[in-house]
């Protein structure tokens, strides 16, 4: 599994609640994507917001990342931002999961 870890910038003051309304919107996007697993916004207790993207593979995540329809999301969310996301990427190498009944 290929991972994806986004830390965003501040949001602009007055603005949050169309970046978490952009955020439910984006998902509708990005899950129509082969590959495509999860993806989270996580609340700080301090800083920013996070966002934890798993996909299949790198090669599937890039495959999304570089879509016209990503770079129309982007378009939509950017004036929202203080700056630019920091992106962090990642392999699963050891996962244990409990089992949901």
Not at 1 to 21: A, C, Q, R, S, T
Not at 29 to 54: H, Q
């Given at each position: 599994?290929?991972?994806?870890?986004?830390?965003?910038?501040?949001?602009?003051?007055?603005?949050?609640?169309?970046?978490?309304?952009w955020?439910?919107?984006?998902?509708?996007?990005?899950?129509?994507?082969?590959?495509?697993?999860?993806?989270?916004?996580?609340?700080?207790?301090?800083?920013?917001?996070?966002?934890?993207?798993?996909?299949?593979?790198?090669?599937?995540?890039?495959?999304?990342?570089l879509?016209?329809?990503?770079?129309?999301?982007?378009?939509?969310?950017?004036?929202?931002?203080?700056?630019?996301?920091?992106?962090?990427?990642?392999?699963?190498?050891?996962?244990?999961?409990?089992?949901?009944?």
């Open positions: 599994m290929f991972v994806n870890l986004v830390e965003f910038p501040p949001i602009k003051k007055g603005k949050d609640g169309e970046f978490k309304k955020f439910e919107w984006s998902n509708t996007v990005y899950e129509r994507f082969g590959g495509f697993i999860s993806r989270r916004l996580l609340k700080p207790t301090k800083g920013n917001y996070v966002a934890i993207v798993e996909h299949e593979s790198e090669k599937t995540f890039m495959a999304m990342h879509s016209d329809e990503r770079q129309k999301a982007w378009a939509k969310v950017e004036p929202l931002l203080k700056g630019s996301p920091t992106p962090h990427f990642y392999e699963v190498i050891i996962a244990s999961e409990k089992k949901r009944r």
